[in-house]
């Protein structure tokens, strides 16, 4: 996988090209073209949307704090927007991607100069497509190097190495989209999951483009992980190493060491590897996690190898690691609730304690009527959706972000209740089926600038109880508790850690369970929040915070750039 680093020529040309760009000097500057590409995959080859020709795309490396410039052209036959995970973007909505809630997608033929904002994050995150389910084959890793002067908590690793988890289809992704549009039922399972664009060697027409990791004993590597599936958490582990956790989405955590770790959809991961063992070839293997009955899942297993440096005869197959069953829920939860914020005097931590806003959120999938005749393939010919308290989130034609800039009347509503609409046992077994359907609608949530938000996110057992990955935009959030069942507000909050919770942006909200976070509301903007897993994304299990300006200058956002891509 290529990285890529900007070029000094094209800064100085657009620097004396233009004085509206006086606001880019100096910041680097990067190209992104999006364009389709034939890529040849177990055994049939198909075009993808591709940035730079590459899969997956080239990895950006930046220092703490930097600001950089990525100059997307659109050369492709579909609408397009990309997002940067889980970098913060400080009071510059503009740039944040996700289609219709901070922007109109770049159509065919576009481009869009996008200002990427980093502050706070340190470590690994992505950056992504989020438009339709392009975001299948338009992603790549971004690394966050500590700035100048200050350097990793843990002994600096030998090498580091992007480890991305895709996924797959043999047919087209947008068929696969429409598809399930077309019929309300689920989409059609992948027929591979990959590391680092590759399936590996389990995979037919496979082997001879695995991806191997070369060591050398006694060295250390940090991998930096990002899940790009579409679909499924998933269960990654080496054969015969441990995996020492270092950090989770651009935030340090205390060093956990296991045998096997979870990876949801939008999560970053920074494992250390120590290469300890005889030198052989080793499997790196994942497969889903994958909770909920009834739902089929591609149950197949990626993998790559662990080639030591060294005069020796290979193990032939390598040792393959022993991955906990598909529904091992325990497994998963279990490392998950580890992670621990690092906490220490060079990062300190600042979990709010007086909270302001309290907002108890039930996730589900639902049902919808089938529109005008009864044969969609959801339960019962009905349409399959999904909610946050009884709504399913609707894109507007325009985008949140511009109707509220500019005063634009009836594109969203702030009627998003702030608990439940409905009490009963959320996860109950056989709950009765009227509870399975929700209303539908653009709801979002204002928040004053500088609030204290704790949000406790209650999963239901409604159609199918299954893990829930939410993501938000324009923050990282303290995750104080979890657990499975209904929470409840007397007791809970008593077990939260405050003291060294993770800063995620996105977390598993565990299966018939429940998940509390908070955060400070002091990024004024339109911040899109959601289930990771694209198809309850695109079902509707979404919100967006408008946190509004503060009272100061710097607390408010920024004007919006010339060349917002038009709706
Ligand atoms: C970028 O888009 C603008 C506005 O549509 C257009 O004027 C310009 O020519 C485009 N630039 C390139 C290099 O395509
Ligand atoms: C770090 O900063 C110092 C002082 O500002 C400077 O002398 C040094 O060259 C910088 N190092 C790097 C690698 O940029
Ligand atoms: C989805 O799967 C069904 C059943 O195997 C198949 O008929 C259909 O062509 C598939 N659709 C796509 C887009 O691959
Ligand atoms: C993995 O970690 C455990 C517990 O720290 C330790 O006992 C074991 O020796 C380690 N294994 C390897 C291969 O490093
Ligand atoms: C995966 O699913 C297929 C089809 O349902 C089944 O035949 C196969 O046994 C499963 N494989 C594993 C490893 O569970
Ligand atoms: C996991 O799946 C197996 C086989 O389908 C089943 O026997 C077992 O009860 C399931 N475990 C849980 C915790 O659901
Ligand atoms: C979680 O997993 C670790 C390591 O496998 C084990 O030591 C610990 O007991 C588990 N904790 C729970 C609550 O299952
Ligand atoms: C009725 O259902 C069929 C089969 O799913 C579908 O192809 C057709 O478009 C539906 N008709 C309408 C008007 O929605
Ligand atoms: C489907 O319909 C049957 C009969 O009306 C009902 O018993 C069942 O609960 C329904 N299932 C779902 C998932 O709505
Ligand atoms: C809710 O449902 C669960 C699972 O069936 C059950 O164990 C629990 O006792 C129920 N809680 C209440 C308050 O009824
Ligand atoms: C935000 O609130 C905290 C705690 O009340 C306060 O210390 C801080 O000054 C406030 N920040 C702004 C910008 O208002
Ligand atoms: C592409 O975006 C434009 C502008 O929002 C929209 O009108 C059009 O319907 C979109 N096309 C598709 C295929 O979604
Ligand atoms: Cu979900």
Redesign the pocket.
């Given at each position: 996988m290529m990285g890529f680093r900007p070029s000094c020529a094209t800064a100085l040309i657009l620097l004396v090209l233009s004085s509206t760009l006086a606001l880019s000097y100096g910041l680097a500057r990067y190209t992104f073209v999006v364009e389709e590409t034939p890529y040849t995959r177990l055994c049939s080859t198909k075009n993808i949307l591709t940035v730079n020709g590459q899969f997956p795309g080239p990895t950006l490396y930046v220092h703490k704090g930097d600001t950089i410039i990525v100059d997307v052209y659109n050369k492709a036959n579909y609408n397009i927007t990309i997002h940067w995970h889980g970098v913060k973007q400080p009071r510059y909505p503009w740039s944040d991607g996700p289609e219709y809630i901070t922007q109109c997608p770049i159509r065919p033929g576009g481009n869009f100069s996008q200002k990427v904002i980093f502050s706070t994050e340190e470590g690994t995150l992505w950056w992504h497509a989020h438009s339709d389910w392009s975001r299948a084959t338009v992603h790549g890793a971004i690394v966050v190097y500590p700035n100048n002067g200050s350097s990793y908590p843990f002994p600096k690793p030998d090498e580091e190495f992007p480890i991305i988890l895709g996924e797959w289809w043999k047919a087209p992704i947008m068929e696969v989209y429409y598809q399930m549009l077309q019929t309300g039922g689920d989409p059609n399972i992948s027929d591979a999951y990959l590391i680092n664009g590759q399936p590996g060697d389990l995979y037919p027409c496979s082997k001879q483009d695995t991806f191997k990791l070369k060591v050398e004993k006694g060295r250390t590597y940090m991998l930096r992980m990002v899940n790009a599936a579409m679909q499924e958490l998933m269960f990654f582990s080496i054969a015969k190493h441990n995996l020492t956790v270092v950090a989770s989405d651009g935030s340090y955590t205390k060093p956990l060491t296991?045998?096997i770790i979870t990876i949801s959809p939008g999560q970053t991961i920074d494992v250390l590897l120590v290469a300890n063992q005889e030198p052989d070839n080793y499997y790196m293997a994942s497969h889903v996690y994958a909770s909920a009955s009834g739902v089929t899942f591609d149950n197949t297993t990626t993998t790559a190898i662990i080639e030591y440096a060294g005069n020796y005869t290979p193990s032939s197959p390598p040792l393959l690691p022993l991955l906990p069953y598909y529904n091992d829920t325990?497994?998963s939860y279990?490392?998950t609730s580890?992670l621990r914020s690092l906490a220490s005097a060079e990062h300190p931590i600042k979990v709010p304690r007086d909270i302001t806003n309290k907002f108890i959120f039930a996730i589900s999938v639902n049902t919808l009527p089938c529109e005008v005749n009864n044969t969609c393939q959801g339960p019962n010919g009905s349409r399959l959706a999904a909610s946050v308290n009884n709504e399913s989130f609707v894109n507007p034609s325009i985008d949140i972000l511009e109707a509220y800039y500019y005063r634009i009347n009836g594109v969203f509503s702030n009627r998003l209740p702030n608990f439940p609409p409905y009490i009963f046992n959320f996860t109950a077994d056989n709950l009765p089926s009227y509870l399975d359907t929700t209303k539908r609608g653009t709801e979002v949530k204002f928040l004053k600038f500088n609030s204290t938000v704790e949000l406790v996110f209650q999963g239901t057992n409604i159609l199918a109880g299954t893990e829930h990955p939410m993501h938000l935009h324009g923050y990282s959030f303290y995750v104080v508790g979890s657990g499975f069942g209904n929470y409840d507000p007397q007791k809970d909050p008593m077990k939260y850690n405050l003291v060294d919770p993770p800063h995620q942006n996105t977390i598993a909200v565990p299966k018939n369970g429940w998940t509390a976070i908070r955060f400070r509301a002091n990024n004024p903007g339109v911040w899109f929040m959601h289930c990771h897993i694209e198809r309850h994304l695109t079902w509707g299990m979404d919100t967006a915070f408008i946190v509004l300006n503060g009272k100061l200058p710097d607390n408010k956002i920024w004007p919006p750039p010339p060349d917002m891509p038009p709706c």
């Open positions: 296991r045998e325990a497994a279990n490392f580890s």
